[in-house]
């Protein structure tokens, strides 16, 4: 099955810095790679998504970038900002009849400093 | 809020019980989720179901039990129930099975906190 590894499990930035969070997969068939933030006490939210036809997509200050030969895909945000500081879990999915699952990374604990 | 619920939001019971947890899924939606969170696994998924029968299984074990009702919403049954299975217990819906070729997006509900004691 599909194995992606999520680094760094921590991360501190100032406010205003940018921050990166990197992804691997193992499966060359996965073809969708959504980032979910999760807060405190609340479920994984949908922050963006990108499917393998693409290269990067970009929402207002969050970016997501897909290296579908080394088969790994990052996160970035930038001019951080004190309510930017959750869990981020980066997860795939292969796309095949009946299954629809995800596989998630194990988490990025991001902080922002004000 | 995504339009998933989930109940109860807390749940602690002893070891050997059985519980029901209970998820309804975003209007119109037809595919249900269900996902365990522990400190050391992360999000594992566990099962899936679209319009009232299963569709995949995760890492789900055999003394856990899911089921999508006509109306939609679903049940996860926990029994003989462990320490270990401490967890946060999060269900997931989406529109369809796979709408498209690519797809569709899954939208998580707040989950459940269970505590065996």
């Known amino acids: 099955g599909e194995n992606v590894e999520q680094h760094p499990s921590t991360l501190s930035v100032q406010e205003g810095d940018s921050a990166v969070i990197k992804c691997t997969y193992s499966?060359?068939?996965?073809?969708?790679f959504p980032w979910y933030k999760q807060e405190l006490g609340k479920g994984p939210q949908l922050i963006i998504d990108?499917?393998?036809?693409?290269g990067e997509k970009k929402d207002q200050r969050i970016a997501v970038t897909l290296n579908k030969t080394a088969k790994h895909f990052s996160l970035h945000i930038t001019e951080t900002q004190p309510e930017d500081s959750a869990v981020y879990f980066c997860?795939?999915?292969?796309?095949?009849?009946?299954?629809?699952?995800?596989?998630f990374g194990t988490g990025t604990r991001l902080t922002v400093i004000p | 809020d995504s339009g998933v619920t989930q109940t109860p939001k807390h749940l602690i019971t002893a070891t050997g019980q059985r519980v029901t947890l209970r998820c309804s899924p975003r209007?119109?939606?037809?595919?249900v989720y269900w996902y365990q969170q522990s400190l050391d696994q992360g999000l594992q998924f566990l099962i899936q179901y679209y319009n009232g029968e299963e569709r995949a299984k995760g890492n789900i074990l055999e003394r856990f039990s899911a089921q999508q009702f006509p109306d939609l919403h679903s049940e996860l049954n926990l029994s003989s129930l462990e320490l270990g299975d401490s967890a946060l217990y999060f269900c997931?819906?989406?529109?369809?099975?796979?709408?498209?070729?690519?797809?569709?997006?899954?939208?998580f509900g707040p989950g459940t906190r269970l505590t065996v004691l």
């Open positions: 209007s119109g939606d037809l595919s």
């Open positions: 499966d060359s068939a996965s073809n969708y």
């Open positions: 997860a795939a999915r292969r796309e095949k009849t009946g299954a629809n699952n995800l596989f």
């Open positions: 997931a819906s989406s529109v369809t099975l796979a709408g498209g070729p690519w797809g569709d997006t899954q939208y």
């Open positions: 990108i499917r393998s036809n693409v």
